[in-house]
């Protein structure tokens, strides 16, 4: 294998089979804010063949300098949309997609440890704000709540950090990787 560097990278284009094999993945970001996040989770959406990406509320949306770095240019073949609340993004997916599970990754008296949970495809993940977290309106319609348990001082991750474990954890799950 060969190792590319940070331009290499960013010049990297999709064919048509990578954009046609996806995985029955959405992503939700609601109101997440840094436009590092945002374009890190598009690499992570493309990193697992995630079908799209829903930015909702205050969340940055592309063409944006900061997301365009961040992502590589994955926000040029990953299917993305904007909603005005995660709430409108969740809806539209369940009038879309048949059966499909809604988990929100977050600290919560009702979340359960994310390698215990019991993913099924199609499954739409949301995370949120990187201060005040998915919204509790976002939470009460989510069929499952699931956070990654900490053992350290500190007493979260990074948005993008914790989509990511979640979305492997998902992936392993659902034999699907």
Do not use: H
């Not at 048949?98 to 390698?115: G, L």
């Amino acid at each position: 294998m060969v190792k590319l560097n940070a331009k290499q990278l960013r010049r990297q284009t999709a064919n048509s089979k990578q954009l046609t094999a996806r995985n029955e993945i959405y992503i939700v970001l609601d109101n997440v804010l840094d436009t590092y996040n945002v374009g890190s989770i598009f690499r992570l959406a493309d990193a697992v063949a995630a079908k799209k990406v829903y930015l909702c509320g205050k969340t940055e949306i592309p063409p944006n300098p900061r997301i365009k770095k961040a992502s590589i240019n994955t926000t040029e073949w990953v299917e993305w949309s904007y909603k005005e609340t995660a709430i409108e993004a969740i809806n539209d997916i369940r009038l879309t997609i048949n059966d499909i599970q809604t988990v929100a990754v977050e600290q919560s008296k009702k979340s359960v440890p994310y390698d215990k949970f019991e993913y099924k495809l199609p499954v739409c993940l949301v995370v949120g704000n990187e201060t005040y977290g998915v919204s509790k309106e976002v939470l009460d319609i989510c069929d499952g709540i699931v956070e990654i348990p900490m053992y350290g001082i500190n007493i979260s991750l990074n948005v993008m950090v914790s989509l990511g474990i979640v979305l492997y954890q998902a992936l392993g799950n659902t034999n699907s990787v």
